[in-house]
């Protein structure tokens, strides 16, 4: 595993988190989180191997999800708020994710050509989600009672 400090950080050891619990096989076990993590980035090489039209597999979308619901456990530590995320596809890749918290849209977040779904780097990953996860709480402090409900 590699000592990259940002392996040490919330949004990171969610994800890892939220990839064990899609592994109902063990193929994870023994895994570090670099390895198992490694598909969210999308290398240049790689993009260019993804043709430009096409539909996600199983696997994709289950990491999308992932994606998500990290976030969501992350707005839950920080708001003490049950927050529900709700990822939304066609079958071409096209589609929504939410995240409520009671009866607020903290999250909103078009999702196109899902089949290419990456960052280019875990850095980059953890800072989508950082942005997603403060507009998400100024939204909460924004409208306390509308989460509260």
Not at 13 to 36: C, F, N, P
Not at 42 to 67: N, Q, Y
Not at 122 to 134: C, F, Q, R, T
């Amino acid at each position: 595993m590699s000592t990259d400090p940002i392996f040490e950080t919330d949004f990171v050891k969610e994800m890892a988190r939220q990839m064990r619990a899609l592994d109902t096989y063990g193929t994870y076990a023994g895994w570090g989180v670099d390895q198992i993590l490694d598909p969210y980035v999308m290398t240049k090489e790689r993009k260019a191997a993804i043709p430009l039209v096409g539909d996600p597999d199983e696997e994709t979308i289950a990491r999308v999800k992932a994606f998500y619901n990290a976030i969501a456990v992350l707005i839950e530590k920080e708001c003490k708020l049950l927050a529900v995320p709700l990822v939304h596809l066609t079958h071409e890749g096209f589609g929504r994710a939410l995240i409520t918290v009671g009866k607020l849209v903290a999250v909103d977040k078009t999702l196109r050509d899902v089949h290419r779904f990456g960052f280019a780097s875990l850095s980059k990953m953890k800072d989508e989600a950082d942005k997603l996860l403060a507009v998400a709480l100024e939204r909460i402090g924004q409208h306390p009672a509308v989460a509260g409900l």
